[in-house]
């Protein structure tokens, strides 16, 4: 009977229902079928005990801040500065299109925010320079990912929620990750820049640094607010994602403005995203209780076992699962249904949970950028205006090097580690 749950929830799925409902009502059936529907009982406390986590307040606040600032004019300020720093370089666009994108994390957090703001701005005027339309677009999707690394990210409060892992210590250990994938977009970039010759920015066309510098300084002050005081104990990071929302009310109002409908807007869009993220996250801990009920995690550790695998062997097997879920679930929903299930085991041998959360999410962004289903892609190609499976084909040499930069991640625990550790978030090694 248990075969009822999977085909319950693949029927949903086809009709077009919300992942959402698909997974909480094959949950329900999971339960009926497996004889433990006496337990369904205490799935509202089950769920009200997931959803009830202080650092998941931050969460909307950071949506909001981001929302905010992306109608108030602060993308184009960034753009500037970006230019007047790298945009003189040989291929100077795709360099300002890389930097843009780290600047951008350190303020919205998202990956699909950060691909369809720069599509909108920055591929037209790549296309422009000469760039091929296939290009400016798979180095805007490839670049995006960068957001949801670099704090503040929507992914990592959603991972800490998940484990009970310290927020303020997957924000430090995502700093040096999220530049070593800028570094190694820059090498590709420049490579492709001396192999087909693209064009620099002439000194005409770049702004002058000093001045563009102070008029951006306001945008730039923010990161630094909601990770400084974060990591020196100022503020918690609900209490910076409160702070957050208000320095980008002032941030916006002092470059283009912001009318009462972008507020509204941002309020709304804020609302909408916020309330999907936790309604699968209400479903998704109906399923992870009868995985409980079930002893599914334990299972896996004796399969674990019996195969053989060590730490570093169940890790990579980890992330081959995390890679192929990531082409086709969204990172929230491939996050609650998978992490619950498998990361237990990759603690239990002896994995860091801060340094777990890193990979773990690194790797569900590549899927983003990955076919079928990724979802910055179908932003971009949208945006863009251009053939999905070309843009596929376009960005596979960008996925590769965030696989090999995603396996030094792996093989290097000390990358996540280092900052959180010199802090003292993360004990020493």
Known sequence: MIWLAPAAGIALLVSGLALAYVVGAASVVAYLASGNGRYLAVLPQQIFSRIDVFALMAMPLFILSGEIM???????????????????????LG????????????????????????????????????????????????????????????????????????????????????????????????FYAWRDD?????????????????????ALLLPLIIVGGIVFGLATPTEAAAVAVFAALGVGALYDGLSRKDILEGLRRTAVLSGSIFMLIT????????????????????????????????????????????????????LALLVPLLAPVALAQGADPVHLGIVLSFNLCIGLISPPLGGCLLVVSAVARIDYWELARAIVPFVIVEIVVLGLLVAFPEISLALPRAFGFVGGG
Do not use: K
């Open 283 to 334: 479903a998704v801990a109906a399923l992870g209780h009868l995985g409980a009920l079930e002893r599914l995690p334990e299972a896996i550790a004796a399969l674990v076992a019996e195969l053989g695998l060590g730490p570093i062997q169940y890790l990579i097997v980890l992330n081959v699962v995390f890679l192929l879920a990531g082409m086709v679930l969204d990172v929230p929903v491939a």
């Open 95 to 190: 360099h300002v299109n890389i930097m843009t994108s780290v600047f951008f994390a350190g303020i919205s957090g998202s990956a699909v925010a950060d691909a369809a703001a720069l599509s909108n701005t920055l591929v037209p005027s790549m296309r422009e320079q000469g760039y091929t339309n296939s290009y400016a677009s798979a180095i805007t999707a490839a670049s995006s990912i960068i957001g949801p690394i670099i704090p503040p990210s929507i992914i990592l409060i959603f991972y800490g929620a998940l484990m009970s892992t310290s927020v303020t210590a997957l924000f430090l250990a995502g700093i040096v990750p999220g530049l070593l994938l800028a570094c190694a977009l820059f090498a590709v970039n420049a």
């Open 198 to 218: 693209h064009p620099r920015l002439t000194r005409e066309e770049a702004p002058p640094l000093v001045a563009t510098f102070w008029q951006t300084a306001p």
């Open 70 to 92: 992306n109608r108030g004019g602060v993308t184009r300020a960034l753009i500037r500065l970006s230019m007047a720093i790298v945009g003189r370089l040989p291929g100077g």
